[in-house]
């Protein structure tokens, strides 16, 4: 078991440079820099898919749908949650919280929707009420089910708000779990723990990004990186990642990104005013770049054409950073471009064709050339918007927390393919799998494409 420690950073940038993180690529480029791939990319296993960027490469996905058209299948979860479903072959996994406060793992048939495991994880609360600092409590749009499960081979991974972290088989038996709450502190991240988890290389690695409330207590709380072998459990390494973010500045929500170049795979990191990189064999740091300050970060970092992008968070700028040669502190001219007006707060960036899509919160949409970030078009789609869009069939998918998913073509012009309804609320990202699209809402999951 390996134990790092990263020295806190101290932020010494002049920040009237306004700048953001926006993610890209689908593919490498002549930087040789790509996603990792998660398995199958026809699949959706993890959170953003198999690349972990909100993309799918199938051609052919429903652009057209209601609560009666062109849907597959329509299934009760009895209970919710944030978490967006994971799906590999025939087999949907969906983790949610019931009214009994219950934290469980659902299997479905992919072809039919029918539940057919229903696995009781672990019960815990969800605080909504709590000291401004010091203990978690959730934001009333999230519950304990809020990180994405992880399906790996045979194994599936799931993480709750409440520090559980625990491995099942296809067929639902545990293998392992830990608590990391209860093994390494409680959570001090001000709107409830939403980190899900990566796996790689048989490794399943969790981050935890927190307020430190070193003004207020000698011992400040930790933020880190963990790996558990994910056949047996066993922990296999866990690096401190203390940025020196202040207060709420600290906390992060985002997940984090396996990238890859000429075989090497890094592990990149978004959150606490820092962008950084890790090997996930060991954890040791391999690059940081310091001085990002923003506030609390929702928004997940992408990568594409040689550039990770993302927010700096709390709709501060949005930025695209090279990949090229990056070890040790890298400084301010690895950035590339930022835009500072107009930034998400939670749903992440996509990338197509050249292209960087985004939506804010209240659902302004736009469309930067990846290149040189310059705005080709910026529309409003209408409704608020909490749910990542994803890429799929030359389309972007933008859903919207009322249940209205507007498509648009993956152009440098706006063009409305389609906009489409269900009656739910849906906060959770979609899911692209065998030609198939999945919703999460907060009453039910739904299939569409016959």
């Not at 099942?168 to 980190?195: C, F, K, M, P, V």
């Amino acid at each position: 078991m390996i134990e790092n420690s990263i020295p806190a950073v101290r932020v010494c940038w002049t920040l009237f440079l306004a700048l953001f993180i926006l993610p890209l690529a689908a593919s490498a480029d002549e930087s040789g820099w790509k996603p990792f791939l998660q398995g199958d990319s026809n699949d959706w296993p993890a959170w953003r898919g198999a690349e972990g960027i909100g993309f799918s490469p199938d051609a052919k996905v429903p652009t057209k749908w209601s609560d009666q058209e062109n849907l597959a299948w329509k299934t009760s979860l009895d209970g919710w949650g944030d978490s967006t479903p994971a799906i590999v072959g025939d087999h949907v996994f969906v983790t949610l919280q019931n009214e009994a406060n219950e934290l469980r793992l659902l299997r479905l048939d992919a072809k039919t929707g029918q539940i057919e495991l229903n696995i009781l994880v672990d019960q815990a609360e969800t605080p909504r009420e709590a000291p401004k600092r010091k203990l978690q409590k959730f934001h009333n749009l999230h519950n304990m089910a809020s990180p994405s499960p992880v399906v790996s081979g045979d194994q599936v991974v799931v993480h709750f708000g409440n520090g559980l972290l625990a491995t099942y088989n296809l067929d639902g038996e545990e293998l392992w779990r830990h608590n990391l709450q209860q093994e390494y502190g409680t959570y001090s991240i001000w709107w409830g723990h939403a980190n899900s988890p990566v796996v790689y290389n048989g490794l399943v690695i969790s981050v935890c990004m927190q307020d430190s409330l070193s003004d207020l207590q000698k011992e400040p709380v930790k933020s880190y990186l963990i790996a558990h072998d994910l056949k047996t459990g066993e922990k296999k390494w866990m690096t401190l990642r203390m940025t020196g973010a202040p207060s709420e500045e600290a906390d992060a929500y985002t997940t984090p990104l396996l990238l890859t170049k000429d075989g090497q795979v890094q592990l990149v990191v978004m959150g606490g005013n820092t962008l950084d990189a890790y090997d996930p064999m060991t954890g040791k740091q391999l690059w940081f770049l310091p001085g990002l300050v923003g506030g609390r970060t929702v928004t997940g970092p992408i990568a594409a054409e040689g550039k990770i992008f993302t927010t700096r968070g709390m709709r501060k700028p949005l930025l695209a950073i090279s990949l090229d040669g990056n070890q040790g502190e890298l400084s301010e001219d690895a950035i590339v471009w930022a835009v500072d007006k107009s930034t998400p707060d939670t749903p992440s960036p996509v990338y197509a064709n050249g292209m960087l899509f985004t939506v804010t919160d209240d659902g302004i949409a736009h469309c930067y050339r990846s290149s040189d970030g310059e705005l080709l078009w910026r529309e409003r789609l209408g409704g608020n918007f909490k749910a990542s869009p994803i890429v799929a069939g030359g389309n972007i998918y933008f859903l919207n927390i009322d249940g209205n998913c507007k498509v648009l073509a993956a152009k440098d012009t706006f063009e409305l393919v389609s906009e489409n309804q269900v009656k739910d609320t849906t906060i959770a990202s979609p899911a692209v799998a065998g030609g198939k699209l999945f919703l999460r809402g907060k009453g039910h999951l739904y299939c569409i494409g016959k």
